[in-house]
């Protein structure tokens, strides 16, 4: 059970996929031509992301 609650974790939902989702969009967006740099910036933002989240205990900002 505890490799399920690791799998479905905010950190590794960030990693696995907000951060190739942002490197993606802005290669898109040709804001960055370079791919490692777009991936790094979006493993920076996502892991950003994830780490609040994991902290707060939600991805929402106002959580009563």
Do not use: C, H
Not at 14 to 27: N, R, T
Not at 51 to 62: D, E
């Amino acid at each position: 059970m505890k490799l399920l609650e690791y799998l479905f974790s905010p950190l590794v939902f960030s990693i696995g996929f907000v951060s190739p989702l942002i490197a993606q969009i802005l290669i898109a967006s040709n804001l960055v031509s370079d791919q490692t740099t777009a991936y790094g910036v979006g493993l920076g933002v996502g892991l950003a992301f994830g780490i609040t989240a994991q902290i707060r205990g939600s991805w929402l900002w106002v959580k009563s």
